[in-house]
T-cell receptor, first 112, second 112 residues
Framework: GESVGLHLPTLSVQEGDNSIINCAYSNSASDYFIWYKQESGKGPQFIIDIRSNMDKRQGQRVTVLLNKTVKHLSLQIAATQPGDSAVYFCAENRYTGNQFYFGTGTSLTVIP | DTAVSQTPKYLVTQMGNDKSIKCEQN?????MYWYKQDSKKFLKIMFS???????INETVPNRFSPKSPDKAHLNLHINSLELGDSAVYFCASSQNVGNEQFFGPGTRLTVL
């Protein structure tokens, strides 16, 4: 079946370094993508979103890149901080169903 | 002033019992959801309600029955609980279908 997958289940980075979390999606009809951050014991929280008519969107310390040709999404976190340690999910919205499908998540650990 | 709240936070029960999880949102959103997150952090949508009407019902056993008394509430009732029902259940809401979702803190269900 179709799925939203992540290339790396875990990622460890040194504090202050940049982090890149990748996500592959398989449905070319998906037109809206969201990155969520889930801290331990909490629900997912919105970080940044991007629509399929864009290939890059920037927020505060975060950038999302969308490559529709290879159906790939990435989240870049600049100057990673200990508070960034969490599980990160990409979610794709499939227009026909208007619901979000979540990937399996990447666990980011920031080493002080 | 919590945006999306769930009760209880923890639920431990025996196989075969019936239990309910309550969800309330004070954001004025039209759409509410229930997700199940397994031990590997995979988030899967179960139900979606828009203006108190069911719009998505993924492949979920009919032991699970959502109830939406009004737009601000979406409760989840589970009959004849099974071991495999053990998971964290998240409620979420969005302004409308296909918009950014706001998640509750989750309910950890343990079936013994």
């Amino acid at each position: 079946g179709e799925s939203v997958g992540l290339h790396l289940p875990t990622l460890s980075v040194q504090e202050g370094d940049n982090s890149i979390i990748n996500c592959a999606y398989s449905n070319s009809a998906s037109d809206y993508f969201i990155w969520y951050k889930q801290e331990s014991g909490k629900g997912p929280q919105f970080i940044i979103d991007i629509r399929s008519n864009m290939d890059k969107r920037q927020g505060q310390r975060v950038t999302v890149l969308l490559n529709k040709t290879v159906k790939h999404l990435s989240l870049q976190i600049a100057a990673t901080q200990p508070g960034d340690s969490a599980v990160y999910f990409c979610a794709e919205n499939r227009y026909t169903g208007n619901q979000f499908y979540f990937g399996t998540g990447t666990s980011l650990t920031v080493i002080p | 002033d919590t945006a999306v709240s769930q009760t209880p936070k923890y639920l431990v029960t025996q196989m075969g019992n019936d239990k309910s999880i309550k969800c309330e949102q004070n954001l004025g959103h039209d759409t509410m959801y229930w997700y199940k997150q397994d031990s590997k952090k995979f988030l899967k949508i179960m139900f979606s309600y828009n203006n108190k009407e069911l719009i998505i019902n993924e492949t979920v056993p009919n032991r699970f029955s959502p109830k939406s008394p009004d737009k601000a509430h979406l409760n989840l009732h589970i009959n004849s609980l099974e071991l495999g029902d053990s998971a964290v259940y998240f409620c979420a809401s969005s302004q409308n279908v296909g918009n950014e979702q706001f998640f509750g803190p989750g309910t950890r269900l343990t079936v013994l």
